[in-house]
């Protein structure tokens, strides 16, 4: 996904979210590399499933975003 297909603020918290799942699995101990993160930002939508839509949609640009 470019950053051309959102706003600059969408891309602003889409960049803010993986920051957030980075130092998430940094404190945890894991590695940081795409698909792990990927995998997170994945697991996080499913458990918020019946979160606000705009959630929703700034996690699945954050995954396509990073996604491998």
């Not at 795409?34 to 996690?59: G, K, N, P, S, V």
């Amino acid at each position: 996904m470019k950053r051309d297909v959102l706003n600059e603020d969408d891309y602003d918290e889409v960049c803010r979210v993986i920051g957030d799942a980075v130092i998430v699995l940094t404190e945890l101990g894991h590695e940081t590399r795409r698909a792990e993160i990927t995998r997170l930002l994945q697991r996080t939508r499913h458990q918020r499933a019946h979160d606000e839509r705009d959630e929703q949609r700034m996690l699945e640009h954050a995954i396509r975003l990073v996604k491998p």
